[in-house]
């Protein structure tokens, strides 16, 4: 994509303030380098509970189950009194394996900083673009897709990374597959898409990774060490459309998050479609050099600078920091105010010469260090959500942006009750 329109959004829930959001968009096609692989990391910074034992292998061998994800953390509930951690989740959308070798780069950063992440892997990039026809979009002909089909060795390279990111502790969501948005001249993007729809487009997302053995043909490449369909419990929709309709078929697939509403705020996360999925957004956090917000995500950073993936390189330096500056000024608000988790959400592009990768490796190196901060995915978070006394969530929920408790965590947690 080389150039982007730019619209701006109100946030969830807010009512006076203007974003300079938009919709967020897929990125991480083309074929994969040699080095695209990196290294391999070992941990999350979590104690490991259990090393993967011998796969067994499932349907055509394309994926497995190794027993229970290595590198995951016990969640605690939280002692009277006792202040939250900083949780904060890195996302991929589309987590692909890129020219650059951005995913191999980013499983390296997380390992050196023991950092869990998630990846939302668009179904399609486990099937190769001359087996197109086998996919069917919703409203669309078949084969379509508004971002590409991978080549035959990035594919191969895209199922070695996943593997390798679920094996150190890393969550593997879904990102769907074709990315219909709205601005579609056919106006048949996912914003218009039924239950029904939104239930074929995940069954064929999931009958891609569970089939890419059959659809490549590839015999020199280990199964996915997991079984999709059970490790598959949440998703972000393209361009943060469509959750709505989406919602009913999560639900009745079981899943336990979605991070797909257009746009929230800095505080503690709530249930929807009758308390049965965590909503977990990306949020509105302080733009510097301007009095909006922005949306927590590379693509929008970008869309309020440059508008286009290739601007005026003498800015970039500039708009870097900037990118920086606004991730941190969201973690700084949360962290020293309600520790309400903050959600950032990324691409693999190299955009404006790769300041937004940039931008991310030295925020997740600032906030690293910090203390009580914890690095994780989708899923850890919600795991820990889930052990919490419902009369602490509820409280937690009572702080707005930037609030912190009057009296301190102490008093405010001193006394809760089941």
């Excluded at 087996?131 to 991978?150: C, E, M, Q, T, W």
């Excluded at 708009?319 to 606004?326: E, I, P, V």
């Excluded at 990768?357 to 959500?385: C, N, Y």
Aim: proline fraction near 6%.
């Amino acid at each position: 994509m080389s150039s982007i329109s730019r619209r701006t959004v109100l946030s969830a829930g807010a009512a006076t303030a203007a974003l300079g959001v938009v919709t967020a968009c897929s990125g991480g096609g083309g074929s994969a380098s040699k080095d695209a692989q990196g290294g391999r990391a070992s941990a999350t910074g979590t104690q490991p509970t259990v090393q993967p034992v011998k796969a067994t292998p499932l349907g055509d061998g394309s994926t497995s189950d190794s027993g229970i994800q290595p590198n995951q953390p016990k969640p605690e509930k939280l002692k009277p009194g006792e202040q939250p951690p900083q949780f904060v989740v890195f996302s991929w959308d589309g987590a692909g394996a890129t020219d650059d070798g951005q995913f191999g780069r980013f499983l390296k950063i997380a390992e050196e900083h023991k950092a869990a992440m998630t990846f939302f892997l668009s179904g399609i990039y486990t099937l190769p673009k001359e087996k197109a026809n086998l996919y069917h979009p919703p409203r669309h002909s078949v084969g379509a897709s508004d971002i590409p089909f991978l080549s035959g060795n990035a594919v191969r390279n895209t199922v070695k990374l996943i593997s390798q990111a679920w094996l150190d502790g890393h969550e593997i969501g879904t990102h769907f597959n074709g990315h219909f948005c709205s601005s579609r001249s056919d106006h048949n993007g996912v914003n218009k898409w039924t239950p029904e729809d939104w239930e074929s487009e995940i069954q064929q997302a999931i009958s891609f990774v569970t089939g890419w053995r059959t659809n490549t043909g590839f015999s020199d490449v280990e199964p996915l060490p997991f079984d999709y369909r059970k490790e598959l419990i949440g998703g972000r929709t393209p361009c943060l459309e469509g959750q709505k309709a989406l919602l009913p078929t999560a639900a009745k697939l079981g899943w336990r998050y979605d991070a797909s509403s257009p746009g929230g705020q800095q505080i503690w996360p709530q249930k929807v479609q009758d308390g049965k999925i965590w909503d977990l957004p990306l949020q509105a956090i302080p733009f510097p050099g301007h009095t909006f917000q922005v949306l927590s995500m590379d693509y929008n950073m970008l869309a309020n600078q440059s508008r286009t993936t290739k601007g005026d390189p003498a800015r970039y330096g500039e708009w870097r920091a900037q990118a920086k500056g606004a991730y941190m000024a969201g973690f700084e608000r949360a962290y020293t105010t309600n520790r309400a988790p903050l959600f950032i959400g990324n691409h693999f592009e190299q955009w404006n010469g790769g300041i937004y990768m940039d931008a991310v490796e030295e925020t997740m190196k600032e906030i690293a260090a910090k203390p009580d901060v914890r690095l994780v995915s989708f899923r850890q978070l919600v795991e820990w959500l889930d052990v919490q006394d419902e009369s602490t969530l509820r409280k937690l929920r009572t702080l707005g942006v930037g609030k912190a408790p009057a009296d301190g965590w102490q008093a405010f947690l001193g006394a809760t009750t089941g």
